[in-house]
């Protein structure tokens, strides 16, 4: 089993562009999570989807992040426009049920200059 | 909600010697708690977990945590740290609607 795979593993961008994070879950299971971790607030959960469908996107910053998972094996998380605030390392975890524990990818490193 | 609180930023302690990294967690009904551990450019890795049963649990690289309902902690402990323990330990609590919330976490470093 490969585990979460993330891409890409580095983005740099200017403020303004538009950026997209991936996010490939470990077949079976049937949680994605998305989670951003900074120094000042730590691991902050975005938005968690159960069975493809978005459950809560309460952690979701503002209305420039979105998250979407067309189908079992892939979710996205879009910034746009992305601002310096929004560098962070973002993780995608799965799970298999709710009692299960996480799988984290290795995470995205997003720099916004 | 559900919280869960690690109370030191940062743990020091000799190789060889026994480790404690401290949590204590707020909950309405039965706790669901974990134990994540986190090495440098690296997601977290699952340690252990609590759900019912023994109050002491027991995981991955020797680590063991003890569920406390009184004192509503879940400490984190291993008999004899390595040095290759030093990393960044995260307490976890599965809130009423799945979601899992996570600790500020706490810094181990091991001393050889």
């Known amino acids: 089993d490969a585990g979460v795979i993330q891409s890409p593993r580095h983005e740099v961008t200017e403020m303004g562009q538009e950026v997209t994070l991936r996010c490939k879950p470990i077949?079976?299971?049937?949680?994605l999570f998305w989670y951003r971790q900074t120094m000042m607030r730590g691991l902050e959960l975005l938005i968690y989807?159960?069975?493809?469908?978005?459950?809560?996107d309460s952690g979701m910053p503002e209305d420039r992040f979105s998250a979407k998972m067309p189908n079992a094996s892939f979710s996205t998380l879009k910034i746009q426009p992305s601002e310096p605030r929004d560098s962070a390392v973002y993780f995608c975890?799965?799970?298999?049920?709710?009692?299960?524990?996480?799988?984290f990818g290795n995470g995205t490193r997003l720099t916004v200059t | 909600a559900q919280s869960v609180a690690q109370p030191e930023d940062q743990v020091n302690v000799a190789e060889g010697n026994p480790l404690t990294v401290k949590c204590t967690y707020s909950?309405?009904?039965?706790?669901?708690l974990f134990w994540y551990v986190q090495y440098p450019n690296r997601g977290l890795q699952f340690l252990l977990k609590?759900?019912?049963?023994?109050?002491l649990v027991k995981g991955s690289y020797g680590f063991e945590a003890e569920f406390n309902k009184s004192q509503t902690s879940f400490h984190l402990k291993k008999p004899s740290a390595l040095v290759s323990d030093s990393a960044l330990y995260f307490c976890?609590?599965?809130?009423?609607?799945?979601?899992?919330?996570f600790g500020k976490g706490t810094r181990l470093h091991i001393l050889p």
């Open positions: 975890a799965s799970s298999l049920s709710e009692n299960s524990p996480l799988h």
């Open positions: 077949s079976g299971h049937d949680y």
């Open positions: 989807f159960n069975n493809n469908v978005p459950i809560d």
């Open positions: 909950v309405s009904g039965n706790p669901y």
């Open positions: 609590y759900i019912t049963g023994d109050n």
């Open positions: 976890a609590v599965r809130d009423t609607d799945d979601k899992i919330i």
